[in-house]
């Protein structure tokens, strides 16, 4: 068993290819690989509680529990759990070493990216002045800011993050309601990545004007890894401040994210994290083990052959395609979303005048099947398939079930 100081001399010098990821010993699957045996678990704890599993056709979603844990970061949490140390510590050397892998001046493991949003506007609003770390979310009397900007189209339900710290939410459209909206209240200009179509206002142009009026800039690009580059592509931009899940295509922890920037930021960030309780972040807490886990996931994320991984998913969605569309009365569509969840998924609809089903009703027949299966909501003569939260061979299956269902209809 490594001590702590062996482990965080590790972290600093651990190398970004190689067999063995971050000091850790062999993953299940590569055991597997060389033909060693892996125990079973000794409790079958789903099944105690009647809990349903299921086949996940549907993609990294917050109710279906996000991702499956790689087996590496699985090593990591329980490796982690077996040793006490200095939560700050901890931190720091593995934010030091994430800063590096992502561009920019200092990282943070949060617990998820809407924590690191919060703590992210929190740091900025406070600075390290533990008085008003200790007012928020009060801000009248203060002193500090209170206005966060933010384009019509990026205005969603997760913009809770922001307005956690007390701030109010100030939408704008162009450029010109951008300049009217800036005062001296103004704290952050926000921007969405996932609805960066929908605003009038690109990244570029959105960094510009908050140099230009010396007003931080912050970007929510929670589910839009892959692309791999989108990790640091927004820290080069200049960016004051990124946050992302953790939980969703890294295949870290699930209650793990990162909050990515410039440094006064990021040590501002923490004075509002555990373990100080002084402050609105308390109870966002990561612990050791989701830390290490959320390293390792990162560190297989940037290393991973994309290419390779990427044919996979095509060659799972070709797959399921080619089972269902010799249906009469299907037609299949290939998609990429170019901004989050960008992955080959696969729209599967129907002509209802001869495959006599509704999408919910195959999406119901699918979940109380053996296997349960959870595919897309789909229209009311469609629904929606991914392959990338899918075990090997699991594609084989759903497109079978799928053209049993959709077959009895016919």
């Known amino acids: 068993m490594l001590s702590r100081r062996k482990l965080i001399k590790r972290l600093s010098s651990v190398p970004l290819l190689g067999g063995f990821v971050g000091g850790f010993s062999l993953s299940a699957e590569a055991a597997l690989s060389k033909g060693a045996a892996v125990a079973a678990p000794k409790r079958d704890l789903f099944k ?23 087996d590496e970061v699985l090593e990591a949490i329980n490796y982690a759990s077996k040793e006490f140390c200095l939560l700050d510590e901890l931190q720091d050397k593995v934010g030091e070493k994430i800063a590096k892998m992502v561009h920019s001046e200092a990282a943070v493991v949060t617990s998820g990216a809407f924590s690191g949003m919060t703590l992210g506007l929190a740091g900025i609003l406070t600075g390290t002045d533990q008085k008003k770390v200790e007012a928020l979310p009060h801000l009248e009397g203060t002193g500090m800011k209170s206005e966060v900007i933010c384009q019509k189209g990026h205005d969603i339900v997760y913009n809770h993050a922001l307005t956690n710290t007390g701030c109010k939410m100030v939408m704008v459209e ?45 970007i929510d690009i929670a589910a839009d890894v892959p692309p791999t580059e989108n990790l640091w592509k927004f820290n080069d931009m200049g960016f004051s401040f990124v946050v992302v899940s953790g939980g969703k295509a890294m295949r870290g922890p699930q209650s793990a994210g990162l909050l990515m920037g410039k440094k006064d930021i990021i040590a501002a960030a923490r004075m509002h994290m555990p373990p100080r309780g002084f402050n609105i972040g308390r109870g966002m807490k990561v612990n050791k083990e989701e830390i290490l886990g959320m390293y390792v996931a990162l560190e297989k994320f940037i290393t991973q052959d994309y290419t390779k991984l990427w044919k996979s998913w095509e060659d799972g969605v070709a797959h399921v395609e080619n089972t269902v569309k010799t249906i009469n009365g299907i037609k299949t569509e290939v998609r990429v979303n170019p901004l989050g969840n960008h992955t080959p998924s ?45 075990k090997p061979g699991q594609e084989k299956i759903v497109a079978k079930r799928i053209k049993e269902e959709l077959s009895k209809a016919v």
């Open 174 to 218: 162009t450029v010109e309601d951008v300049e009217k909206a800036i005062n001296e209240k103004t704290a952050l200009m926000h921007f969405l990545h996932i609805q960066s179509d929908k605003g009038k206002i690109m990244h570029e142009e959105w960094v510009a004007l908050g140099k230009k009026h010396n007003i931080p800039t912050s």
């Open 346 to 390: 696969l729209r599967i609809s129907w002509d209802p005048a001869l495959v006599k089903v509704t999408g919910k009703q195959v999406q119901e027949a699918l979940r109380n099947g053996d296997p349960s299966i959870e595919v897309g909501g789909g229209g009311p003569s469609s629904i929606g398939v991914t392959v990338w939260m899918m």
């Open 48 to 70: 105690e509680f009647g809990v349903r599993t299921f086949i996940n056709a549907a993609g990294t979603l917050t109710y279906m529990t996000g991702s499956l844990m790689h």
